[in-house]
Nanobody, 126 residues
Framework: QVRLVESGGGSVQAGGSLRLSCAAS????????MAWFRQAPGKEREGVGL???????NYAASVKGRFTISQDNAKNTLYLQMNSLKPEDTAMYYC????????????????????WGQGTQVTVSP
């Protein structure tokens, strides 16, 4: 079982930046597909972006060009750098892992991910 712990959330004004971290344990990190999701009150959980074992990333259209996913395999840590934040980015952010495909990702649908962190809140004010 992969254990995931997010950190780095907070409150910022529109246009600001935040960096989220997700520390992973309990599995060989290099063989896990990792992803970020977010969920705003009253809305469904949506995929933000993913990264596979080869470092290939894919982003939702709403964050492309503003958010960047990176990872430090030595630290078993996933990052989400969020720039040019907008009020509509306000949500609980979760990291998730899919360890079933040797580190390759199938999709950015929540159902494909079997391990989840507890979430970290991001609030962007106008």
């Amino acid at each position: 079982q992969v254990r995931l712990v997010e950190s780095g959330g907070g409150s910022v004004q529109a246009g600001g930046s935040l960096r989220l971290s997700c520390a992973a344990s309990g599995y060989t990190y290099s063989r896990i597909c990792m992803a970020w999701f977010r969920q705003a009150p009253g809305k469904e959980r949506e995929g933000v972006g993913l990264v596979d074992r080869d470092g290939m990333t894919n982003y939702a259209a709403s964050v492309k060009g503003r958010f960047t996913i990176s990872q430090d395999n030595a630290k078993n840590t996933l990052y989400l750098q969020m720039n040019s934040l907008k009020p509509e980015d306000t949500a609980m952010y979760y990291c998730a892992a899919d360890p079933r495909r040797g580190g390759y990702c199938y999709s950015l649908r929540p159902i494909e991910y079997t391990s989840w962190g507890q979430g970290t809140q991001v609030t962007v004010s106008p």
